[in-house]
Nanobody, 130 residues
Framework: QVQLVESGGGSVQAGGSLRLSCAASIYPYSTYCMSWFRQAPGKEREGVAS???????SYADSVKGRFTLSQDNDKNTLHLQMRSLKPEDTAMYYC????????????????????????WGQGTQVTVSS
């Protein structure tokens, strides 16, 4: 059964950094999209960064150059390194997995809607103050 557990959220000042982690058990799936979404109060959940099971990544324009995905060698943990944080990055951040029959790269994964992702973590709060 898929299990996702996020950690690493917190409060920082603008310009600061945080590293989110998603401990993932994705058995029995070997082909999947894995993404970080975020949701601010009163706003829709939006995709931030995605990686497919081949390691192809993609980032939303709003975070490109500031956020970086990485995985542990065993691919059991997905990290989101966030730098140069802005107040508009404040949101609840969620890790999600979408098992698929095949992938077409990280960009394809990031274009998949939140509703297409079957498995979600509980979320971790990121608050950036100005």
């Amino acid at each position: 059964q898929v299990q996702l557990v996020e950690s690493g959220g917190g409060s920082v000042q603008a310009g600061g950094s945080l590293r989110l982690s998603c401990a993932a058990s994705i058995y029995p799936y070997s082909t999947y999209c894995m993404s970080w979404f975020r949701q601010a109060p009163g706003k829709e959940r939006e995709g931030v960064a995605s990686i497919d099971s081949n390691g192809s990544t993609s980032y939303a324009d709003s975070v490109k150059g500031r956020f970086t995905l990485s995985q542990d060698n065993d691919k059991n943990t997905l990290h989101l390194q966030m730098r140069s944080l802005k107040p508009e990055d404040t949101a609840m951040y969620y890790c999600a997995v979408d098992p698929v029959s095949r992938t077409y790269g990280g960009s394809w994964c990031r274009k998949r809607t939140a509703g297409e992702y079957n498995y979600w973590g509980q979320g971790t709060q990121v608050t950036v103050s100005s």
